[in-house]
């Protein structure tokens, strides 16, 4: 084995994708290969490109793997070395923001959806909201059987975690049973389902059954981090997507396009549903936000 780094989980990839470029066109130019900050970077040669292919790879035990390069083919090779044809990934958008719904979304990268492997697919946290929305209309456009969505919008998801909190449980219920029904819709569009993986919120056996019995007899896995895997990250985009796509609606439908909902729940937030509230009464944010969050009581205090 050569070391490439003092990482060892990065200098075996680096190693494994140095091996998988080599038997396809691809010459990997071994002076090229340097370290830098979390990561190796190199170069290739390819016969159809007239400039060497620049390829940098990070990794951290916080972050997982990730890559950059603008070559589509390079992109694809690396991808299919975090995942494997048959993988179901699962995750969800809207849990830490204020404003708009709880989103959940699984999505099967089976052999039609190898294609994808060539996108810019990643955790949806390092892309842009053009990129997101760009990527998911491809995926809807091109692949509507690979995905299934549950979407809770705010009245629903306010009534619901009342109701969990009520009987002493936690958000972890509602997005334990969230995950269950979007893998039980994927699932029933899908028969190549090979193994299920789930970006892990939480360690509770009891909330990680709700998702494993809806599976059934296909296997679950749990990780942290989960979205270095491209069906997870498909997954996180989607999801992400209907989230932005969702807080536009509210703006334009219960907000009457006055206001433009934002994600997150910082002082950005705090300040956009004082004025909110100052416009449409404390009524409103029921059918806008999370009311559970703090965020809503310190804005209510000041009315």
């Not at 975690?161 to 819709?185: E, F, I, T, V």
């Amino acid at each position: 084995m050569v070391l490439f780094s003092n990482n060892v989980a990065l200098s075996e990839f680096v190693e494994r994708a140095y091996a998988a470029l080599l038997t396809r066109k691809f010459s990997v130019i071994p002076e090229s290969f340097k370290e830098i900050d979390y990561g190796i970077s190199f170069k290739l040669d390819c016969a159809e490109e007239k400039k060497s292919i620049s390829v940098s790879i990070y990794h951290t035990e916080k972050k997982g793997f990730s890559f950059v390069t603008k070559n589509p083919d390079v992109r694809s090779i690396l991808n299919s070395l975090l995942t494997s044809t048959g993988v179901a990934g699962s995750d969800e958008a809207g849990k830490g923001d204020l404003f708009g719904p709880l989103v959940v979304c699984s999505f099967l990268l089976g052999e039609k959806e190898n294609e994808l492997l060539k996108l810019n697919i990643k955790d949806s946290k390092k892309l842009k909201n053009h990129e997101i929305i760009d990527i998911y209309r491809h995926i809807s456009k091109e692949h509507p059987s690979s995905f299934s969505l549950v979407r809770i919008m705010p009245e629903r998801y306010n009534s619901f975690y009342k109701d969990l909190a009520g009987k002493g449980r936690n958000l972890n219920y509602m997005l334990a049973w969230a995950h269950s029904k979007a893998l039980s819709g994927l699932i029933e569009k899908r028969s190549d389902i090979k193994k299920i993986i789930v970006d892990r919120f939480t360690e509770n056996p009891v909330v990680n059954k709700i998702i494993t019995d809806a599976a059934g007899k296909i296997p679950v896995e749990f990780f942290v981090r989960a979205e270095q895997n491209p069906a997870v990250a498909a997954a996180s985009i989607i999801a992400r997507a209907n989230y932005l796509i969702s807080l536009k609606n509210i703006s334009e439908t219960v907000l009457l396009g006055k206001f433009e909902l934002i994600s997150g729940s910082g002082s950005g937030s705090d300040e956009l549903l004082a004025k909110i509230i100052d416009e449409f009464g404390t009524d409103i944010t029921d059918r806008i936000c999370k009311t559970h969050f703090a965020n809503l009581t310190k804005n209510l205090s000041v009315f």
